[in-house]
């Protein structure tokens, strides 16, 4: 079966950097998402990485492996307001999204 | 604002009411979605229209029925639901390029749900 695997819940501090997880294992690979989700609000998309590397994006990276089906988003310099989920989804062969769980990001001062 | 809108952000009904979701995208997109997001698990994708035309029905019971009047408008009809349908229903909307039926390989716009809770 096609699944997505990430952390359910992760604590940071602000101002500290913060790796959120996700590993896969889907039937092919057309790319990767990364979502965030506020409490109660509509998931936006942050990243899509397709190849291999390092994408940034402001205080926001993602990184992909596809031969180790894995793939981390990095936040720095965090604030109170990245408090939120982090959902990573997959599109698979048959550009199908497989999503995982998502993380729930916690923020401490 | 993501250009996608729900309403009624909130619903409870009982397990004889009918009710229905509406969702509407002012982005031009070709495709609209529902999903299902319930606590720790992952979004269960429900039903796909591309160019108004169902594409997808991931095995959804009967007592949930899509409509897709136009390319700006999707509804969820909700008939005789159980408890266990108490979630939150996101409606989300892309833009396919290809053909009707093709894959989305763009990002999906979501709307900020409706949650439904079913007594």
């Known amino acids: 079966g096609q699944n997505i695997d990430q952390p359910t819940e992760m604590t940071a501090t602000e101002g500290a950097i913060v790796q959120i997880n996700c590993t896969y294992q889907?039937?092919?690979?057309?790319?990767l998402f990364w979502y965030q989700q506020h409490a109660g609000e509509a998931p936006t998309f942050l990243s899509y990485?397709?190849l291999d590397g390092l994408e940034e994006k402001g205080r926001f990276s993602s990184f992909l492996s596809r031969s180790k089906g894995y793939s981390y988003l990095l936040l720095k310099e965090l604030q109170m307001k990245d408090s939120a989920s982090y959902l990573c989804a997959v599109l698979d062969s048959n550009y199908q999204l497989i999503w995982g769980a998502g993380t729930k990001l916690i923020i401490k001062p | 604002e993501t250009g996608v809108t729900q309403t009624p952000r909130h619903l409870v009904m009982g397990m004889t009411n009918k009710k229905s979701l509406k969702c509407e995208q002012h982005?031009?997109?070709?495709?609209m979605y529902w999903y299902k997001q319930s606590a720790k698990k992952p979004l269960e994708l429900m039903f796909v229209?591309?160019?108004?035309?169902?594409?997808e029905n991931n095995s959804v019971p009967s007592r949930f029925s899509p409509e897709c009047p136009n390319s700006s408008h999707l509804f969820l009809h909700l008939h005789t639901l159980q408890p266990e349908d108490s979630a939150l229903y996101l409606c989300?909307?892309?833009?396919?390029?290809?053909?009707?039926?093709?894959?989305?390989?763009?990002?999906?716009?979501f709307g900020e749900g409706s949650r439904l809770t079913v007594l």
């Open positions: 990485n397709v």
């Open positions: 889907t039937s092919g690979f057309n790319g």
């Open positions: 989300a909307s892309s833009q396919l390029d290809g053909l009707a039926g093709d894959s989305n390989t763009g990002e999906l716009f």
């Open positions: 982005l031009g997109h070709n495709a």
């Open positions: 229209y591309s160019l108004e035309e169902r594409v």
